[in-house]
């Protein structure tokens, strides 16, 4: 498949990307920022806010109604500005994602943004790579292109010289040279995402749940204001404070700051990600990742840098070892003269097999193009003064199930592959299988080189060209273990992660290097492929445990591995670089595709793409997961709290007839909501990864279960409820008042301000309860999130303005607490941390007992 061009200058190529313009679609029409912002003030609890403002002017009540209007609007903007940012992180992570084509100019091969391709220019394309142009077939080997996401036909297609290929699709099989023929708007693919554009992307697993628990907790609060409101109106209440009481306990529990809060959160861990090389492809996967309970990763350029060098080389006349620097052409080779010769036999049939790979010079560096072991078969064959023969040839690539390529040209047929997948084509040769064993069990990466002298009518197909082969020898490549990959493996230990090892590569080798990084298991398992049993269930039992290694695996194997691991439970993330993982990808939760090495299909399944292809960064950005996860739990836990504190005024007032006066007025209740609660929230949720981040194991899947809201409902929330309702009693009998008495309306208001100020401290203590879920606020300390510390100062800043701004203490109806006000709503700070303490205290008990029984059965 050679075609005789030298593609386009690059001159050429420069004029006419000035000309056309990059190879880009159209970018999808945006939604005007304002139309946003007003989708921020009619949706669904807004709308419900708006009927509660125009009824409470009907019923008499303009400050109420202005005030519920502010906080729509108040809480529109804010929603906007967060919502706003997420959308424009999430978009600048699209432009992080590489997507990068081969062309050849000036006679070179060259890797160009897809964005700079040209008419004209000679596309060149290998499987796993995506299409991104409309372009004529110039010549191909095997190619067969998957059409479906233009046409829906998922039986790939098969362009011969002279057809079309279509941007937007996926080179399944083989290679192709393409003529570049349209670029950008006018592709095929331009027309049909036209229509697509204006098709809304479904709502994502987690925005559906927290939906849920918002839309249910507005229901609830509207059935709670309408039945207080019947029973206040039966209690001979009049109907406009029946109507007050109703709107104070719907507002009192819509959690209108919820959603956004999550978004913004999301969108900043995936920020985060970004920065250590982890790009994930949509927000929730965020969340899921924090869920991570077994890793299944590959081994080469994963846990090993993918930097090859052929090390040893054994043939039948005797071995060889190889020295030199890198991918530096000059080194040298030790070995029998006979020997080297063989070698060099042997790495000119290698050479061939892969005509795209090699070195090139580079600020005084050696860089690899190409598949980098492909790469070090070059540069073997340059240190031994190996040229490259041969024009004509037809090629049979490689791909992970034959785990071999071929190339048939004027001297016969050449092959190259995985031992076990090429000795069984050849004669016996003695010794090949010790020599085999020998090189694996160093951990080296086995190459197996044959040949077949003559030709004869070989090109036809592959069964046909890889037959009765003669064994040049086995290359032995070295391939280094990643520096920090063991200090990574031990973080996901101890987070309770397991992790598998899942490659193509030779049993001896796996193990070897699983070994070195510490990943094998004390029963140091090593599996094949082949030998997997084929009962789900079974397959599920015999991997979960943690360092297994699985040699020989086909992709799908890994979809295998992937769904029988899932049945038992476990949130899996796989990693996948070749054409045929898309369906493991998609298959596992997260799918961990490479950025640097993978190919655009896996790209494009995956969840998650490490731009930099190293292990560690999947743990990086698992512990950012599970930091986020804590974080949306903890304003979770510190949001509900609040409601609790503010509901129970409205429940004592209607349960005692109104014989206890209503402790804080809806405004105050709005206030708190919007006022003062907001900041701290919003530090919860960017609460950074601590040393706890990645010990033990995740107790929860699901954000809201029962531990947060007996937390809420049992601990924090009556607290600090009852400091405030305390507060308020107390000042107001101080004052001279008796139950079913009238207090004098200044009473009422320093009473009032006092019951509003507990609240505002007891959240403030709530607030460094929340950053943790097992020590108590006085264990965490007031350092470590420094954003909290500002945002706890600015509460009580904002504080300070409701009670003595004026108008503000007479519009909210809460005057500044007495003396006796101020130590009481004080006292609400040690209260609300000391129930926090006991509560934790009294869990790690149980945890701990539960533990000692659950390892005296087991
Ligand atoms: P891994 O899990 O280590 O990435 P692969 O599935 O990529 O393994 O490869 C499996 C085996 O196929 C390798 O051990 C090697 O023997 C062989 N192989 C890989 N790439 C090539 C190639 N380009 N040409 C020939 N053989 C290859
Ligand atoms: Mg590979």
């Not at 807004?46 to 400050?63: E, K, N, Q, Y």
């Not at 006979?338 to 790495?347: F, I, K, P, S």
């Not at 401290?761 to 606020?777: D, E, I, K, P, T």
């Amino acid at each position: 498949m050679t075609v005789a061009t030298t593609g386009l200058s690059s001159a050429e190529a420069a004029r006419r990307l000035h000309r056309d313009g990059p190879n880009a679609l159209p970018a999808a029409r945006r939604r005007h920022p304002l139309l946003l912002l007003v989708e921020q003030l009619v949706h669904f609890f807004a709308l419900m806010l708006w009927a509660a403002a125009v009824l409470a002017l009907v019923a008499g009540m303009p400050a109420l109604a202005v005030a519920i209007a502010v906080v729509v609007v108040l809480n529109g903007l804010f929603a906007f500005a967060q919502e706003y940012r997420a959308d424009r992180a999430a978009q600048r992570l699209g432009d992080l994602m590489p997507l990068r084509a081969t062309v050849r100019r000036d006679g070179h091969l060259r890797q160009v943004d897809a964005a700079e391709l040209v008419v004209g220019d000679e596309l060149v394309l290998e499987a796993g790579a995506r299409v991104c142009a409309d372009g004529e077939v110039l010549a191909e080997a095997g190619l067969a292109v998957d059409e479906s996401m233009l046409t829906g036909e998922s039986v790939p297609v098969r362009p011969v010289a002279g057809q079309q290929v279509h941007a937007g699709t996926y080179v399944a099989e083989g290679e192709a040279s393409v003529l570049v023929t349209a670029i950008g708007a006018h592709t095929a693919l331009a027309g049909i995402a036209a229509l697509t554009q204006e098709a809304k992307p479904p709502r994502s697993p987690l925005a559906a749940q927290l939906h849920r628990v918002v839309v249910v907790v507005a229901v609830i609060a509207v059935a709670v204001g309408t039945a207080f409101f019947g029973v206040a109106v039966l209690l001979g209440l009049p109907v406009a404070e029946g109507f007050l009481f109703a709107i104070g306990v719907t507002v009192a529990l819509v959690p209108e700051g919820l959603l956004p809060t999550v978004t913004l959160s999301l969108a900043r861990a995936a920020q985060g990600m970004a920065a250590r090389n982890a790009l994930v492809r949509r927000l929730d996967a965020v969340e899921t990742l924090g869920a991570t309970t077994f890793i299944c990763t590959d081994k080469t350029g994963t846990l090993t840098r993918n930097e090859m060098a052929v090390v040893r080389v054994w043939t039948p006349r005797g071995a060889v070892t190889v020295h030199g620097n890198g991918y530096e052409p000059t080194g040298s080779v030790d070995g029998p003269a006979e020997a080297v010769d063989q070698v060099r036999a042997l790495a000119s049939s290698a050479k061939r097999c892969s005509p795209t790979a090699h070195a090139r010079h580079h600020d005084d560096r050696w860089l690899p193009v190409g598949d980098p072991m492909e790469v070090a078969l070059h540069v073997l064959a340059a240190r031994l003064g190996v040229d490259g023969p041969s024009a004509e040839a037809v090629r049979f690539p490689f791909d992970p199930r034959r785990r071999r390529s071929s190339v048939v040209d004027l001297d016969g047929v050449h092959v190259t592959g995985a031992p076990d997948s090429v000795l069984p084509l050849c004669g016996a040769t003695p010794g090949a299988q010790e020599a085999l064993a020998g090189l694996a069990e160093r951990g080296l990466r086995v190459l197996a080189v044959a040949r077949r002298e003559g030709r004869a009518g070989d090109g036809e197909s592959w069964q046909h060209a890889e037959r009765d082969l003669e064994l040049l020898g086995l290359v032995g490549l070295q391939d280094p273990p990643r520096d920090d990959v063991a200090e990574a493996i031990a973080s996901c230990r101890s987070a309770g992660i397991r992790i598998a090892m899942i490659t193509g590569d030779h049993p001896a080798t796996a193990r070897a290097i699983a070994r070195q990084v510490g990943l094998l298991g004390p029963d140091a398992l090593v599996l094949e492929g082949a030998d997997l049993p084929a009962g789900q269930d079974e397959l599920g039992s015999l991997l979960d445990r943690d360092g297994v290694v699985v040699a020989r695996v086909t992709p799908e194997d890994k979809l295998r591995i992937a769904t029988a691991l899932q049945r038992r439970g476990h949130v899996v993330a796989m990693t996948g670089d070749g054409v045929n993982d898309g369906p493991a990808l998609r298959a596992a939760d997260i799918g961990v595709a490479m950025g640097a090495s993978g190919t655009d299909v896996a790209r494009e399944a995956a969840d998650l793409v490490l731009l930099d292809d190293h292990f560690g960064t999947i743990v990086a950005a698992v512990e950012l997961g599970r930091a986020t996860f804590a974080n949306i739990r903890r304003f979770l836990t510190y949001h509900l709290t609040d409601n609790v504190a503010e509901l129970t005024p409205f429940v004592v007032w209607a349960l005692s007839g109104g014989s206890i006066p209503l402790a804080i007025s809806v405004l105050q209740v709005l206030a708190l909501d919007i006022g003062t609660d907001l900041l701290p929230a919003l530090a919860l949720g960017a609460e950074p990864p601590t040393k706890r981040t990645m010990r033990g194991r995740l107790h929860t899947g699901s954000l809201i279960d029962g531990g947060l809201l007996r937390r809420v409902f049992l601990v924090l929330g009556p607290a600090e409820a009852v400091m405030s309702m305390l507060a308020f009693l107390a000042v107001l009998v101080a004052g001279g008042w008796s139950p079913g008495g009238t207090a004098s309306a200044a009473l009422l208001a320093t009473a009032s301000g006092t019951a509003f100020t507990a609240i505002v401290l007891g959240q403030l203590a709530n607030a460094y309860a929340c950053r943790s879920a097992s020590r108590s606020g006085f264990r965490v300390g007031l350092r470590g999130n420094r954003l909290l510390l500002w945002a706890v100062a600015f509460e009580l800043a904002v504080l300070a303005v409701f009670l003595f701004l004026p108008p503000l203490p007479e519009l909210l109806g809460g005057h500044a607490p007495s003396a006796l006000g101020w130590g009481l709503a004080l006292a609400a700070v040690p209260v609300v941390l000391l129930a926090d303490a006991a509560a934790k205290a009294f869990l790690a008990r149980k945890v701990g007992l539960t533990r000692t029984d659950r390892s005296a059965t087991t």
